[in-house]
């Protein structure tokens, strides 16, 4: 079946404007989750969905950043006024249920380069 | 908070080296552990898991071992392939938050023919 997809797999965009990315997880699974992958911080936690609601944010790097899910299925995460150091690997990744033995499946991710 | 350690790389081992990529965390309460694999232009996929103390988690000739007394997860192959070049990330999800994967910084294997 079709794995985790993300949209666009690269965006360069000039600092000060505003990127959304996209995330299509597996048909049926209930959590989404956005990580970020970058030379300096290794790989992040952003935040977590269950169904439309996110109960964690917690790893959003400023209020610059935000992100939604609509239909219990795609996401977007929203980067308003790039700044240089939001360049970086964003990667969603799906999973059945949040609970701890569900595996996270993880799509190709969106290379994002501002310059 | 939880952390985990694993070792700098980059490693370069021939082809039927013996591989070792070390791994240490540091969580609150009994973390289940992984390490996953991504492969060059492929997305992360996981390669093996642990969930309780003293479990072994295997797949691919992978093998690695929850040591809940050193706190450690380290990845064991006997003969490595040029195929198994890839970064590999030790990870682990607590009770208190288990939904969320905290990584290892990654190590670059590359294995030479």
């Known amino acids: 079946g079709a794995g985790v997809s993300q949209s666009p797999s690269n965006k360069v965009t000039e600092k000060g404007k505003d990127v959304e990315l996209r995330c299509d997880p597996i048909?049926?699974?209930?959590?989404l989750y956005w990580y970020r992958q970058s030379l300096g911080q290794g790989l992040e936690f952003l935040i977590y969905?269950?169904?439309?609601?996110?109960?964690?944010k917690s790893g959003l790097p400023s209020d610059r950043f935000s992100a939604e899910r609509t239909g219990g299925s795609v996401s977007t995460l929203t980067i308003q006024r790039t700044q240089q150091e939001d360049s970086a690997v964003y990667l969603c990744a799906s999973s059945l249920e949040s609970g701890g033995g569900y595996e996270q499946y993880f799509g190709p991710g969106t290379r994002l380069t501002v310059t | 908070g939880d952390s985990v350690t694993q070792m700098e790389g980059p490693v370069t081992l021939s082809e039927e080296a013996f591989l070792t990529i070390n791994c240490t965390y540091t969580a609150t309460g009994y973390p289940s552990l992984f390490w996953y694999v991504q492969y060059p232009g492929e997305g992360l996929q996981l390669l093996l898991k642990?969930?309780?103390?003293?479990d072994k988690g295997s797949n691919k000739g992978f093998e690695a071992t929850y040591r809940k007394e050193t706190t450690s997860f380290h990845l064991e192959k006997g003969s490595v392939q040029v195929s198994d070049s890839a970064v590999y990330f030790c990870?682990?999800?607590?009770?208190?938050?288990?939904?969320?994967?905290?990584f290892g910084k990654g190590t670059l294997l590359t294995v030479n023919p």
């Open positions: 969905f269950q169904g439309n609601s996110a109960p964690d």
């Open positions: 642990a969930t309780k103390a003293d």
């Open positions: 048909s049926g699974h209930t959590a």
């Open positions: 990870a682990l999800k607590t009770g208190g938050s288990n939904y969320k994967l905290t």
